[in-house]
Structure formats: structure tokens, C-alpha cells
């Protein structure tokens, strides 16, 4: 269970998801577009990821499904 409040709570940039993954990081906000991960959008306009979102959902893939477009 996660104690940290929202507002505390890391957030990756796509290169960095996208490094954890094994997938490009256009895969990762084509991901976030279709809803298979939650964005936050900085003032900026850019997307971050909650990490303990992608933790979980690498967490929960089989390694076969670590690399490509496969998520989901």
C-alpha cells in the first residue's frame, strides 16, 4: 500500500518508462492514449507517469510481454 501522498509521488518521463519497458518511447504515449496508462500533463505540456503505476504493471507482465506493443 502506498503511504506517499499523490502530489509527493515520483513521476518517470516517457524515455525513462519506456527504458524499463524495452520499448520505444512513441509506444509508451501511444499507451497512454489508449488508456493502458494514466498520464499526468505538466504545465509544459508533457507527459509523466506515476511510478508506482508502471511498477505495478511491469510487475504484473510476463516476460514474453516485455517487449513491443503487446500491452494489454
Given amino acids: 500500500m502506498n503511504t506517499r501522498p499523490p502530489e509527493s509521488e515520483p513521476l ?3 524515455a525513462e518508462v519506456a527504458a524499463m519497458f524495452r520499448v520505444d518511447p512513441k509506444t509508451v504515449t501511444r499507451w497512454a492514449k489508449a488508456g ?4 499526468i500533463r505538466t504545465l509544459g505540456g ?3 507517469y506515476r511510478e ?3 511498477r505495478e504493471l511491469l510487475k504484473g507482465m510476463v ?3 516485455r517487449r513491443g506493443d503487446d500491452l494489454g
Fill in 46 to 48: 508533457h507527459r509523466r
Fill in 12 to 14: 518517470l518521463t516517457p
Fill in 36 to 39: 493502458k496508462l494514466s498520464s
Fill in 63 to 65: 516476460p514474453e510481454q
Fill in 52 to 54: 508506482s503505476e508502471v
